[in-house]
């Protein structure tokens, strides 16, 4: 596959209280023939990050036609495990609901950070979401004992019973460096979208002894091919892909991502948290550049 790069959509101006830089983890959710709304994660002056959206006017993909007013979802409360900040994972729909899966971050002590997921519900069309609790939904456990990242849920009914699946990050160990931890890609799944199992399988597997992080998934479904986009880092952040024909299996194809930076541009160093969607008839790559989403994010466009 080659995708086409269109252009940077969008990067925070550093005017607005709670969006003074980044705009990472983009995802979309169309809205109609012409719009698609856009979820992403902006970091206040004391960089902590919340979840906002924009929109977009695909007849110009690159056009914003609008920007919420306020966060969808703002840090939590002090002692709660999003009080850091929460970082969109994903949204998905659910009959009349719109499900977004997100990161919460607790800043650490003898770790930088220790992260869970949880789970925020809006029934007004994506307009305001509210927590289902102030506890996360999948938390440490005997299988993810140090930290989770960003998870990416889709629903089917098909089987062994589990009607959703998860793919998230896991951390497998700390080191005294970055370079020295070793986050995993793992599964879970679900009756609900809400209740969750897992039993610390590793779905994508490092091609050499450089790549110590793997994160964001993104799962697309085409007839018995699932297909995952991922950010994974050796000495920089770069996208990935895998192919799979039940979810669990994964085969790296890393070379068929079809996508690459551009040297002396905004994504001239990096590529990560890429998201993919369709829209009439076209497949659509949402990715942040340099700095984790530091110099905004793009799209681009399947050839």
């Not at 960089?47 to 966060?71: F, G, H, K, Q, Y």
């Not at 005997?142 to 062994?160: F, H, K, N």
Request: include cysteine; proline fraction near 6%; charged fraction near 25%.
């Amino acid at each position: 596959m080659r995708w086409r790069k269109l252009g940077r959509v969008f990067c925070p101006a550093g005017d607005v209280e709670w969006m003074r830089s980044h705009a990472a983890n983009p995802v979309a959710d169309p809205l109609d023939e012409r719009i698609v709304r856009i979820f992403f994660s902006p970091r206040d002056a004391k960089n902590r990050s919340s979840i906002a959206w924009l929109e977009l006017d695909m007849r110009e993909p690159t056009r914003v036609v609008r920007v919420c007013e306020d966060p969808v979802l703002r840090p939590g409360e002090p002692g709660a495990f999003d009080d850091s900040g929460c970082s969109v994972g994903c949204v998905i729909r659910n009959g009349s609901e719109r499900l977004l899966y997100y990161l919460g971050w607790n800043l650490g002590v003898t770790v930088p950070w220790r992260n869970a997921i949880g789970l925020a519900v809006s029934v007004d069309g994506g307009e305001r979401f509210v927590r289902t609790s102030l506890a996360p939904i999948v938390d440490r456990s005997a299988v993810d004992p140090y930290t989770l990242s960003y998870p990416w849920v889709i629903r089917e009914g098909r089987r062994e019973g589990a009607a959703w699946h998860m793919w998230y990050g896991s951390h497998l160990r700390w080191g005294g460096s970055l370079s020295d931890m070793d986050h995993r890609i793992k599964h879970a799944g679900s009756a609900d979208g809400r209740t969750w199992s897992r039993d610390g399988r590793v779905v994508i597997e490092p091609a050499g002894a450089d790549e110590y992080a793997f994160a964001r998934p993104c799962v697309v479904r085409d007839g018995s091919t699932y297909r995952m986009w991922y950010s994974f880092r050796g000495t920089a952040y770069r996208i990935g892909y895998a192919e799979s024909q039940d979810g669990l299996a994964w085969r790296r194809l890393d070379d068929q991502a079809g996508i690459a930076p551009s040297p002396g541009e905004w994504d001239g160093d990096e590529l990560s948290y890429p998201s993919v969607f369709d829209h009439n008839g076209q497949r659509y790559l949402l990715y942040c550049g340099d700095g984790y989403g530091r110099s905004g994010f793009g799209i681009a466009v399947l050839d």
